[in-house]
């Protein structure tokens, strides 16, 4: 059994609601959600004018290897709405893989 730590964030739409919809889908498709931090709200890095980011981490055990979690999360961005532009850009739903 593997664990992975992942970082979420979202600036654009409904911000709260990308994210919880990003946790049901990875408790769906990847593994058991263990633990779930609160959610909180930052200023931009890199691009500054730009709408405030809310962030979130989890913690999910899974069967999956780490190639193919990641195949998945970017799934996930995709289907959830993320369109990358440039590097620090606004996004929709941003899932990063921590451990």
Request: net charge negative; no cysteine; proline share 3%.
């Amino acid at each position: 059994m593997h664990h992975y730590i992942f970082h979420l964030g979202s600036n654009i739409g409904d911000r709260k609601d990308n994210l919880l919809n990003a946790v049901r889908l990875m408790s769906e498709k990847i593994g058991s959600v263990v633990h779930q931090s609160s959610i909180y709200e930052t200023e931009p890095w890199g691009l500054k004018e730009q709408p405030l980011f809310l962030h979130m981490a989890i913690e999910v055990t899974s069967k999956l290897s780490p190639h193919e979690v990641m195949t998945i999360t970017k799934s996930i961005e995709a289907q959830l709405g993320r369109v990358k532009t440039e590097k620090w850009a606004e996004r929709r739903i941003d899932i990063d893989t921590v451990y």
